[in-house]
């Protein structure tokens, strides 16, 4: 069996499986596009097959590694994570600004019901917040709630951060939250400033490096595809149009940035 069908009867087997069970219709795209593109992959299989014959689930651990990348972190895709990183910067402002709002206004509230001979009979414990917030949380009043109970009952109100302390240290969170991604591929695809094709290198340049065997991962120490490989497999994954299309010298180009801002 030559390595252009080893390679692509696996793909066509995670065509099928997520078929079968309705998932990742996106790996699957991706999967078909490089079907369609054999003719420019063909070079792409008889490298990988080279690199990791040796290596029976690297090869198959790899392109799964091509699907995901291309499939998650394309550059319409990566945009829309740079969008939603903003978004959530900006709600933990408007977060900061309105909890600091809120809690001005139930200090001020305090300060009315003990100066003006009135009460609004509103809640002014802490605790009274959590039983009334977790009334329909079975697990908080079967296991929770008469504890806490106990406790208040044991401690007085000076012994409690006012309502108004509570929603200032929510509002001092968001204020100094601290923005990071979650995991490695979303941090290499998002760190550049405006997104680009080079966000997809870099995604899948993190999952073979955390993939590889210094990580516990199935991949050989100091695999690496060459330029040209990289290259078929950016344009045939990404499908870009033939004005959008990359070359040997534009990976080269991409490594050496990359070495250069490793340094």
Known sequence: ????????????????????????????????????????????????????????????????????????????????????????????HQIAKKATELAMLLERR??????????????????????????????????????????????????????????????LDAKTANMTATDPLTAAATAAVRASKADFFKALFAAIEENCADNYGRLPNGFKLSDRALASLGNCALDLDPDDLVDDAYIKRFRQRERSGAK
């Open 1 to 92: 069996m030559n390595p252009q069908q080893i390679c692509e009867d696996f793909l066509r087997k995670e065509i099928r499986y997520n078929s079968e069970h309705h998932i990742l219709p996106s790996e699957s795209a991706v999967a078909d596009r490089l079907l369609d593109r054999g003719i420019e992959m063909k070079h792409v299989y008889e490298e990988l097959h080279g690199k990791l014959h040796l290596h029976p689930p690297a090869l198959s651990l790899l392109l799964g590694l091509v699907l995901s990348a291309a499939a998650f972190w394309s550059p319409e895709k990566i945009q829309r994570a740079r969008t939603a990183r903003d978004d959530l910067t900006k709600t933990n």
């Open 110 to 171: 305090s300060d009315l019901h003990n100066t003006s001979g009135f009460s609004s009979a509103t809640h002014y414990h802490v605790c009274a917040v959590l039983e009334a917030a977790s009334q329909h949380n079975y697990l908080f009043t079967s296991y929770v709630q008469n504890r806490l109970d106990a406790l208040r009952g044991q401690f007085d109100l000076k012994y409690w951060p006012s309502l108004s302390d509570f929603v200032q240290v929510l509002a």
